[in-house]
């Protein structure tokens, strides 16, 4: 079943640690999106991609940095963990190209640094 | 600079009451409106988006370009209502979307 998938659903880790927040999609998507939302606030864009090795920034600064080898992969890494970066991390795709502007968001990680 | 508005964080009404949830944005060129709902225990998904102007578990939302706003809107509200909505808006080219803060809905029996 075409789907968007995310792991780990939930993290608790030590600040200085380094992480990756994997997202795949099994859409066939080339658009896809990471997005960080802190409790009762906006979505913030944080890094984008239109395709295989193509990654641009969000408007949110982030310290995170992302990579795009294959159509269906777009993990999010941080080098370094720290409190501030404590949030929920959205990951979407879509495929406006094919007809489908809308957004499909995956379950979502919630991140907690200590 | 690109922003989107939801300026109540909760809103409660009682089953079959109207319901208006409001949203404002500001936007350089022509931009693109959706509603997203998120419901208990379940991921984002699209409502609706302006441009389609059409009406989805009863459900509508226009566009009032020169209010700068896209209010969804409901006649009769049912408890399975109750989610999270959150408006947002794109270019034309959907590659940037920006998301207001969002507004839960709790409809009472």
């Known amino acids: 079943e075409a789907d968007i998938y995310q792991t780990p659903r939930y993290l608790v880790i030590g600040t200085g640690k380094k992480i990756t927040l994997e997202c795949s999609q099994t859409m066939g998507h080339d658009k896809m999106y990471w997005y960080q939302q802190d409790p009762g606030m906006e979505l913030h864009l944080i890094h984008y991609s239109y395709g295989v090795n193509s990654t641009e920034k969000g408007d949110l600064s982030s310290e995170s940095t992302v990579s795009r080898i294959r159509t269906e992969h777009f993990p999010l890494t941080l080098e370094s963990a720290r409190p501030s970066h404590t949030s929920q991390y959205l990951c979407?795709?879509?495929?406006?190209?094919?007809?489908?502007?809308?957004?499909?968001f995956g379950p979502g990680t919630r991140l907690t640094v200590t | 600079a690109q922003r989107v508005t939801q300026p109540e964080k909760l809103l409660s009404v009682f089953k079959g009451a109207p319901v208006e949830l409001k949203c404002n944005y500001s936007?350089?060129?022509?931009?693109?409106l959706f509603w997203y709902v998120q419901y208990s225990r379940q991921r984002l998904q699209l409502l609706l988006r302006h441009i389609s102007r059409e009406s989805i578990k009863g459900f509508t939302a226009d566009l009032n370009k020169g209010e700068t706003s896209f209010h969804l809107k409901k006649p009769f509200a049912q408890e399975e209502d109750s989610a999270m909505y959150y408006c947002?808006?794109?270019?034309?080219?959907?590659?940037?979307?920006?998301f207001g803060s969002g507004t839960k809905l709790n409809v009472k029996p």
């Open positions: 947002a808006l794109s270019g034309r080219d959907f590659n940037k979307f920006y």
């Open positions: 936007y350089s060129g022509s931009p693109e």
């Open positions: 979407a795709s879509s495929d406006p190209q094919g007809g489908s502007y809308e957004q499909y």
